[in-house]
């Protein structure tokens, strides 16, 4: 084997890797990640606004209808973005009390996707 022909195979083989780096960033920027947070029978609906108010800083009108979303369709999408953000989110519902999960945005996820896409603002 030459020095020519082991240097055109790593120059395909770099060139397949960019490939897939630029489409693998191109599928996260248009599928982000979205935090779902979920009805339950425990919190009250004026802690729940707070919670939206307080952890991801919406002003109170934008947390009401949130929390009007959660209260009568069940669930909210209530922040969008990187995975690892959205997993962070989670969590933090989750350590206020609240049922949440995390969700690829393009999922079939039975018309979420009306929420609060966007993250917070």
Do not use: C
């Not at 030459?2 to 599928?27: K, M, S, W």
């Not at 919670?51 to 209808?65: D, I, N, T």
């Not at 949130?66 to 909210?76: E, I, K, N, S, T």
């Not at 995975?83 to 989110?89: A, S």
């Amino acid at each position: 084997m030459n020095g020519q022909t082991t240097t055109a195979a790593t120059a395909v083989a770099a060139t397949e890797v960019e490939r897939e780096t630029r489409t693998d960033a191109a599928t996260a920027v248009a599928d982000p990640w979205v935090t779902i947070v979920w009805n339950d029978p425990v919190n009250l609906m004026s802690y729940v606004s707070y919670v939206f108010e307080s952890y991801f800083g919406y002003p109170p009108a934008k947390a009401q209808k949130l929390m009007m979303q959660v209260h009568h369709d069940g669930r909210a999408v209530v922040s969008s973005g990187p995975r690892e953000r959205m997993e962070v989110d989670v969590q933090a519902m989750h350590g206020f009390g609240l049922w949440a999960t995390l969700r690829q945005s393009g999922a079939s996820d039975g018309g979420v996707e009306g929420g609060a896409a966007g993250g917070a603002a």
